[in-house]
């Protein structure tokens, strides 16, 4: 395959897609660590991965190809010299503090020999009840009684869809908005550098995890072929789109012009993506408190470099004017009764993932949203999500798309 990575759109067929079940690292959240780790509960990890198992499946039988980050990252390790900068690599962000428990960890995660062992163990975290040899050297890394762990765990990664982000042919490997969550990256960088699929193809990169500005993928949406949507939001710097369309349009893929949406900072609206969904050629999903007016900037490639202009209007007419379209469909999370599209927005009822044009996969927990969605014509494929959306992300979040069909 001379390009692994096809994505031009939000709607065309899904062909492949890559997501991460659950693991351990669910099991070693804590009360008292929750919001560090960016969660407000704990999901219960049992049924946490059969509701993950039921999405799989839910894709699969649609003729998707389901991937696994976790498969992935393993499979890129296979050269010895590769695991073990991979292993230096994690542990140098790892924030550990004591050299010598350091070189004990490099020497404990290079004796692990199966590939899916050791992603599995660097996704889960390390607690210190773990490093039975070290209590004898009294390190300042254990002296702290109280916090658990010498490595944090990272229960985020469910969420595949933000540490990278595939656009075209090629990937925003991105800078993620919080500490716990920029080690996630890490595996995204040996997959595209290492990984069988991915080596020789010499894949884009049109963002890169060690800028110094944040951006995740939940506010980068694929519109069009011309067109790539992006929040401004509590996750994503305005800055840092700049510097994304300017890759984008100096590697040439095709896109004419990025828009940048300011939704705020607020959790609740944390990424473009939890209030605004794609689900057909004009049908989107909206949380009713960004109906009103909008601020955007409009980017596109100039003779003499970016021209950018800002506009203020609903997001209705932007989205017929920059789409080409006469008439675009709102549906309204909680169909606009506010106390619903509070609790249903929440719940990710906007957050849908198309898996092809006017088809979705949705919670089943968001009911008038989904009537909502029914109404308009969308078909609709129900999960179950009573524990993953406790770390407050739904489908479109799970899911990091490598192929769809052009539309």
């Given amino acids: 395959m001379n390009n692994p990575i096809n994505v031009f759109s939000e709607i065309g067929k899904l062909n492949t897609v890559m997501l991460h079940r659950p693991g351990k690292e669910l099991e070693n959240l804590m009360p008292d660590y929750l919001e560090s780790l960016l969660f407000d509960d704990i999901p219960f990890l049992e049924q946490a991965q059969k509701e993950h198992d039921f999405f799989a499946e839910t894709l699969r039988m649609n003729q998707v190809e389901v991937l696994y980050l976790e498969d992935l990252a393993a499979e890129s ?3 010895k010299e590769v695991k073990e900068r991979f292993i230096t690599e994690y542990l140098n962000e790892a924030d550990i503090k004591e050299e010598r428990t350091k070189q ?3 020497e404990f995660l290079a004796s692990i020999t199966d590939g899916r062992e050791l992603i599995d163990k660097t ?17 300042s890394d254990l002296a702290d009684t109280h916090y658990p762990f010498i490595i944090d765990p990272m229960p985020n990664l469910y969420f595949t869809r933000d540490p990278f982000a ?3 042919h090629g990937v925003s490997l991105n800078r993620m908005y919080s500490v716990t969550r920029r080690r996630e990256t890490l595996y995204g960088k040996y997959i595209f550098g290492h990984h069988p699929m991915f080596k020789d193809a010499q894949v884009p990169m049109v963002y890169l995890r060690d800028e110094n500005t944040r951006i995740e993928g939940g506010d980068e949406l694929i519109l069009s ?3 790539i949507a992006v929040g401004i939001s509590q996750r994503t710097d305005v800055v840092s789109i700049e510097k994304l369309a300017r890759n984008i349009f100096e590697q040439e893929l095709g896109f004419e012009r990025v828009l940048a949406f300011d939704i705020g900072e607020e959790r609740k609206f944390m990424h473009l993506d939890t209030v605004f969904t794609m689900v057909d050629h004009d049908k989107f999903t909206i949380h009713p408190e960004i109906e009103g007016n909008l601020t955007i900037y409009s980017i596109s490639q100039g003779k003499d470099g970016l021209v950018i202009s800002e506009e203020t209007d609903t997001l209705e007419h932007i989205l017929c004017k920059y789409l080409e379209l006469d008439h675009v469909t709102l549906i309204r999370c909680g169909g606009g009764n506010l106390a619903a599209a509070a609790r249903e927005q929440w719940n990710d009822g906007s957050n849908t993932l198309a898996i092809a044009p006017g088809e979705v996969v949705v919670y089943d927990r968001n009911t008038i949203t ?3 969605l029914e109404e308009a014509g969308v078909k609709l494929n129900y999960i179950p999500g009573s524990e993953l959306v406790r ?3 739904g489908p479109r979040c799970m899911s990091m798309p490598f192929d769809r069909t052009d539309i």
């Fill in 77 to 79: 390790l296979t050269d």
């Fill in 370 to 372: 989904n009537q909502k």
């Fill in 225 to 227: 072929k011309k067109l």
């Fill in 391 to 393: 770390g407050r992300g």
């Fill in 123 to 139: 996704m889960a975290g390390i607690q210190k009840s773990e490093l039975t040899a070290l209590k004898q050297n009294s390190l």
């Fill in 166 to 168: 595939t656009i075209g």
């Fill in 104 to 106: 004990y960890l490099q």
